[in-house]
């Protein structure tokens, strides 16, 4: 999956709509919210990282493997999905596979939670 600017959350206020009408999970190394409902309109991504992470190498860093996670797994999300993804400091020393594995993880919960309470 390609990450073109219409898969991205651009705007500060979808961010806080996500926020705002999702749930959210936190891991070790992510938080993760997700909102659904937004009609059959393709899932939209969007990632945070701070500058608790480190410098901007640092942060680019983790901002490029959270990328290649979802360029990975992104087409399992259902439409109409947004998932804002925030690195915590620990996911700029974090492998790869950890990465990958908590994102999917934090991903199935939240899909599964929202899917249970409709």
Do not use: C
């Amino acid at each position: 999956m390609q990450f073109p600017r219409e898969r991205r959350l651009t705007e500060s206020g979808e961010f806080r709509q996500v926020r705002s009408d999702g749930h959210s999970k936190a891991g070790s190394s992510l938080v993760m919210g997700v909102s659904t409902g937004h009609g059959d309109a393709p899932a939209r991504f969007g990632i945070i990282t701070t500058k608790r992470i480190g410098n901007a190498v640092a942060r680019n860093r983790a901002r490029r493997r959270i990328r290649a996670v979802i360029q990975e797994s992104g087409e399992k999300i259902p439409p109409g999905t947004r998932i804002v993804t925030i690195a915590r400091h620990r996911a700029a020393t974090a492998p790869y596979a950890k990465l990958r594995s908590e994102w999917l993880w934090l991903t199935r919960k939240l899909l599964d939670s929202t899917e249970s309470a409709r």
